[in-house]
């Protein structure tokens, strides 16, 4: 097969276009879930909740991945075509943003955020595996970060239109809205994506679950590396701190903050548009992070060493949420956003690194069940201290964790460094 351009052959363009339906697709698939966050805070008497029960609400999708990315790594390392399960869980995810819309009350609130867990462990494990599949091995680290971009994308729309949609429409239409956005993007996924780009060339044949898929997650664990632990805890404590702790609680700092909005003459911006502003800012900002971190890695060779400072930029952006005063309030997560962006991306290739191409849906089980061990302790953790210490104790410990990760990091790459010159 002819060469193109730095090495890629006609086959991984075409492979490269099929990012387009497959990013798109996971992007609109976070519109619930982003609207949830931006608003959920601020709008829980009109969910029927009750104000304690947020962190709940907004982690219990976290917990029931702990127990479905192993399965659906797995699933997605064993069969031979991803593209059905892939689709399938694209509209698991947009009944659960319509459950959001039409129920009341914390249980059925419950039963829709544990639909959207499962829905999200076989779009991100399966999606990312798929990636990584296609991916070139001295390109991982880009393809991965295009990948991530639509990620950040879609949950920067969620968080904005989500936040406007609710101060413009109400809480519960603009859920709906956002089951219907989530809906395109299946039916692009279903209508662009070819079998021929998400066939499993490695997948093997297909033992009973009782012997093999039942242990999935358990066998994934032991397969771990320490590099790969190093890797996923990495992931795992920038989840806590951006998806978990951040996303939870900025709209009581930006009530805190901006009291009950921005007024001027004539116009005013409620809280909720304020927050989702925010929010799809630093995911905005991640944009940049995730591809541009990845590229560098694959030129660079030092994967570990761009973690490990990425880390430290984290946890100056979390840090910087302390101190007092609207200048904070969007430095810091702008900082913050570019870091976590790098990190999620910096992590995912690492895994493919390090894991075979036959075990990438399991490396990335891994990965992504400590991460969302991380956002789901978050929110919980966030309102169970906040009472106590209050947001700044709370965004200064989330920076002293950072801290230590990246001290991890760094050391795996002096150990990596060392054995490559040997």
Same mark, same amino acid.
């Not at 990312?128 to 639509?150: E, S």
């Not at 309102?383 to 410990?397: F, K, Q, R, S």
């Given at each position: 097969?002819?060469?193109?351009?730095?090495?890629?052959?006609?086959?991984?363009?075409?492979?490269?276009?099929?990012?387009?339906?497959?990013?798109?697709?996971?992007?609109?698939?976070?519109?619930?879930?982003?609207?949830?966050?931006?608003?959920?805070?601020?709008?829980?008497?009109?969910?029927?909740?009750?104000?304690?029960?947020?962190?709940?609400?907004?982690?219990?999708?976290?917990?029931?991945? #702990?127990?479905?990315?192993?399965?659906?790594?797995?699933?997605?390392?064993?069969?031979?075509?991803?593209?059905?399960?892939?689709? /399938?869980?694209?509209?698991?995810?947009?009944?659960?943003?319509?459950?959001?819309?039409?129920?009341?009350?914390?249980?059925?609130?419950?039963?829709?955020?544990?639909?959207?867990?499962?829905?999200?462990?076989?779009?991100?494990?399966?999606?990312?595996?798929?990636?990584?599949?296609?991916?070139?091995?001295?390109?991982?680290?880009?393809?991965?970060?295009?990948?991530?971009?639509?990620?950040?994308?879609?949950?920067?729309?969620?968080?904005?239109?989500?936040?406007?949609?609710?101060?413009?429409?109400?809480?519960?239409?603009?859920?709906?809205?956002?089951?219907?956005?989530?809906?395109?993007?299946?039916?692009?996924?279903?209508?662009? =994506?070819?079998?021929?780009?998400?066939?499993?060339?490695?997948?093997?044949?297909?033992?009973?679950?009782?012997?093999?898929?039942?242990?999935?997650? #358990?066998?994934?664990?032991?397969?771990?590396?320490?590099?790969?632990?190093?890797?996923?805890?990495?992931?795992?404590?920038?989840?806590?701190?951006?998806?978990?702790?951040?996303?939870?609680?900025?709209?009581? #700092?930006?009530?805190?903050?901006?009291?009950?909005?921005?007024?001027?003459?004539?116009?005013?911006?409620?809280?909720?548009?304020?927050?989702?502003?925010?929010?799809?800012?630093?995911?905005?900002?991640?944009?940049?992070?995730?591809? =541009?971190?990845?590229? =560098?890695?694959?030129?660079?060779?030092?994967?570990?060493?761009?973690?490990?400072?990425?880390?430290?930029?984290?946890?100056? /952006?979390?840090?910087?949420?302390?101190?007092?005063?609207?200048?904070?309030?969007?430095?810091?997560?702008?900082?913050?956003?570019?870091?976590?962006?790098?990190?999620?991306?910096?992590?995912?290739?690492?895994? /493919?690194?390090?894991?075979?191409?036959?075990?990438?849906?399991?490396?990335?089980?891994?990965?992504?069940?400590?991460?969302?061990?991380?956002?789901?302790?978050?929110? #919980?953790?966030?309102?169970?201290?906040?009472?106590?210490? /209050?947001?700044?104790?709370?965004?200064?410990?989330?920076?002293?964790?950072? =801290?230590?990760?990246?001290?991890?990091?760094?050391?795996?790459?002096?150990?990596?460094?060392?054995?490559?010159?040997?």
């Amino acid at each position: 097969m002819s060469q193109t351009l730095d090495g890629i052959t006609p086959g991984d363009v075409g492979a490269m276009r099929t990012l387009w339906p497959l990013g798109l697709a996971t992007a609109l698939s976070l519109m619930g879930d982003a609207t949830l966050y931006a608003v959920l805070p601020t709008h829980a008497g009109e969910a029927g909740i009750t104000l304690g029960a947020i962190g709940v609400v907004l982690s219990v999708n976290r917990f029931i991945r #702990l127990a479905s990315n192993g399965p659906a790594g797995w699933l997605y390392d064993r069969l031979a075509d991803r593209r059905r399960l892939f689709l /399938g869980a694209l509209w698991l995810g947009v009944l659960s943003t319509a459950i959001y819309a039409l129920s009341s009350g914390l249980p059925s609130l419950l039963v829709g955020r544990l639909m959207w867990g499962i829905a999200w462990s076989g779009i991100w494990v399966g999606g990312n595996a798929i990636v990584l599949q296609m991916a070139p091995p001295t390109q991982r680290g880009a393809w991965v970060g295009v990948y991530q971009l639509w990620f950040f994308l879609g949950a920067a729309l969620g968080y904005l239109l989500g936040g406007v949609l609710t101060d413009a429409v109400g809480y519960r239409p603009a859920l709906g809205i956002g089951a219907g956005i989530s809906a395109v993007g299946a039916l692009a996924a279903a209508s662009a =994506l070819s079998a021929r780009h998400t066939r499993n060339r490695q997948a093997t044949r297909v033992g009973s679950w009782k012997t093999t898929g039942g242990r999935s997650l #358990l066998h994934s664990l032991t397969l771990a590396t320490p590099a790969m632990w190093a890797a996923a805890a990495a992931h795992g404590i920038n989840r806590l701190v951006v998806a978990g702790v951040l996303s939870a609680t900025l709209g009581l #700092l930006v009530q805190d903050r901006v009291g009950n909005g921005l007024h001027g003459g004539g116009w005013s911006i409620g809280v909720a548009t304020v927050t989702g502003g925010l929010l799809a800012g630093r995911t905005l900002v991640s944009l940049v992070g995730a591809p =541009l971190s990845g590229l =560098l890695s694959d030129r660079s060779g030092r994967r570990w060493g761009l973690l490990a400072w990425s880390l430290v930029a984290g946890a100056v /952006g979390i840090g910087l949420l302390a101190i007092p005063g609207g200048l904070a309030l969007i430095v810091g997560p702008l900082i913050g956003a570019a870091a976590g962006g790098s990190i999620q991306a910096l992590a995912t290739a690492l895994i /493919g690194d390090l894991s075979a191409g036959e075990r990438h849906g399991r490396g990335l089980g891994v990965l992504y069940t400590m991460g969302d061990l991380g956002s789901a302790i978050g929110p #919980l953790a966030a309102y169970a201290l906040l009472p106590l210490t /209050g947001l700044p104790a709370i965004y200064l410990g989330c920076a002293a964790l950072m =801290l230590i990760i990246a001290g991890w990091a760094a050391m795996m790459g002096r150990q990596a460094h060392t054995a490559a010159i040997r």
